[in-house]
């Protein structure tokens, strides 16, 4: 019995101590943030000043509401597109059990396999060679491409495993056709994986820098990731690292206000979700 209480303590000391690992870099992050922008003292005496002034000019200098409005604009038509389609596409391939949906179920996982960076060199070939032009709605095509095999896989699962068949079957006896019975008896049920969808593809969405430095070039039309390369600094002009940090928190503030009001379908539709494929 002493065995195992002397296992269960390392055990929590373990945890304890990769949590405090894990927490550290954010404290010291936000220790920073709300210093002056010339208190460039020791990061790690935590909280020695509680000043605005790094806030205000990271809001002013990467003109935050309108690279917010550039974020929210990507975000919400990638993921609005994503869960649409990619319903739709899981909602038969859940449903007819024959060689043909397995291979289109195989064929969206696939997609889970290759990165896009390996293939964004033809991607933009292909891109100019249909003449689509390199604005702020360009990268949403990527978004879009990318999130289908992940969002097709949580959708195809959940369907299987939490709708029963039953329900459509009395909506059929009642006349409803294919279209009726999707969108008013079997999408309402999806929502907690769609919530899943929303968060899961909305996040990286939004943390996105890679597609939107290829093919975002006018710095009015740059989302928040973009916006923060005002901030890093060179030999010349060191960074203001007060001001880096508190740029960071204004761009993942409204991530987590959305994840604070949608946390509990997150853990519910990604857990349901992905019991069955």
Known sequence: MNGGIAKKTLTHIGISFVLLLNILPLLIALSSS??????????LQLFSEFSLESYRVAFDKMHFMQALGNSLMLTVISVVVVVLFTSMAAYPIARINNRLSKALYLFFLCGLVVPS?????????TIQGLHIPSSQYTPILMFITCSIPFSSFLYTGFIKSSIPI?????????GAGLMRRFWQIVFPLLLPVTVSVVITQGVWIWNDYFFN?????????SPLPLAMLGFMGDQTNPTAWNVLFAACFLCALPLLVMFAFLQKYFIGGLTVGSVKG
């Open 213 to 221: 430095m290829i093919f975002i070039s006018r710095a009015a039309e």
């Open 166 to 174: 039953e329900v459509e079957e009395s909506a059929l006896i009642d």
């Open 117 to 125: 960076q390996m293939v964004i060199i033809p991607i933009v070939q």
């Open 34 to 43: 709300f210093r002056s922008v010339s208190n460039m003292t020791n990061p």
